[in-house]
């Protein structure tokens, strides 16, 4: 008799026991998300990783943990985390997009490829990862995977201007300079007030050998961000070439002033020209 009631303690504990600890687990989840909205990130992280403690399977604490690596620039934590979301819900496209950005931002480029290609396998329509996997593929040097991808992001959402901008690059490295043109244009359109929009477009209608455009856009860029270097070098540049000696002067000091004392080489090339003009 004696044996028989232990045995069904012991039973009762097997099914009270995961039980108990998922509660625990969902308690220190919620203390989590808490301490995180007051921006206690130390504390927030330690009540993420006791509820995995409790429960490893809890895909929300895991998910949050890897959040929080990411913010804090602790990619490869962010990736291990991740990664154990994707493991545990392996069908749920947002958790192969996070993962991919963590690889991304990890520097392990080929797999963060992958996983936002399965994300995208997952949720074919999702605008804002095709335009990550174009971003991904055009620094691997994928210039027509870049380009189908960054396609997709505007044909999927035409109104954000970010993916334009991007798709705008790469058609400016593939040499589609009249593409590159049109796709920062409708950037510009949608939000006007980003310099390195207009930016690209005066790259790609320097490209063309419009000196006149180009000079339009750049000197739109730097009116927006008079910090933005490159533009006030190709500005110089294009009023050089239109023979505006004095406004060339006047860009290539701008550029000089914010290279001088960290790029010897580009402060070299600026103080050289200045230097033709002056003669």
């Known amino acids: 008799m004696r044996s028989s009631l232990s045995l069904v303690v012991v039973a009762l504990m097997l099914l009270v026991a995961p039980q108990s600890l998922a509660a625990d687990a969902g308690a220190?989840?919620?203390?989590?998300?808490?301490?995180?909205?007051?921006?206690?990130?130390?504390?927030?992280?330690?009540a993420f990783e006791a509820a995995i403690a409790s429960d490893p399977r809890h895909i929300g604490a895991w998910v949050a943990l890897g959040g929080m690596h990411k913010a804090a620039k602790e990619f490869t934590k962010a990736v291990a985390a991740y990664q154990k979301a994707v493991d545990l819900e392996p069908k749920k496209a947002d958790h192969w997009e996070r993962l991919g950005m963590a690889q991304h931002m990890a520097g392990q480029a080929g797999p963060a490829i992958v996983s936002m290609q399965r994300a995208l396998t997952l949720e074919p329509k999702n605008a804002l990862g095709w335009s990550s996997l174009g971003v991904m593929k055009r620094k691997q040097g994928d210039l027509k995977g870049a380009i189908t991808a960054l396609e997709a992001a505007t044909k999927h959402d035409a109104g954000v201007a970010e993916y334009w901008g991007n798709l705008g690059i790469a058609y400016r490295g593939a040499k589609r300079y009249a593409d590159a043109e049109k796709a920062q244009r409708k950037a510009i359109a949608l939000d006007p007030k980003v310099a390195d929009y207009h930016f690209n477009l005066g790259v790609a209608l320097r490209w063309q050998k419009r000196t006149d455009d180009a000079i339009v856009a750049y000197a739109k860029a730097v009116e927006l961000d008079k910090g933005l270097a490159a533009a006030w070098f190709d500005l110089g540049a294009m009023y050089?070439?239109?023979?505006?000696?004095?406004?060339?002067?006047?860009?290539?000091?701008?550029?000089?002033?914010?290279?001088?004392?960290?790029n010897a080489?580009?402060?070299?090339?600026?103080?050289?020209?200045?230097?033709a003009l002056a003669e």
């Open 28 to 46: 220190y989840y919620k203390k989590g998300i808490a301490l995180r909205a007051e921006k206690r990130d130390g504390e927030a992280v330690a």
């Open 240 to 262: 050089q070439a239109a023979k505006r000696y004095d406004d060339a002067i006047a860009a290539y000091t701008a550029y000089l002033k914010l290279v001088e004392g960290k």
């Open 265 to 275: 080489a580009d402060e070299a090339e600026a103080k050289k020209r200045l230097e």
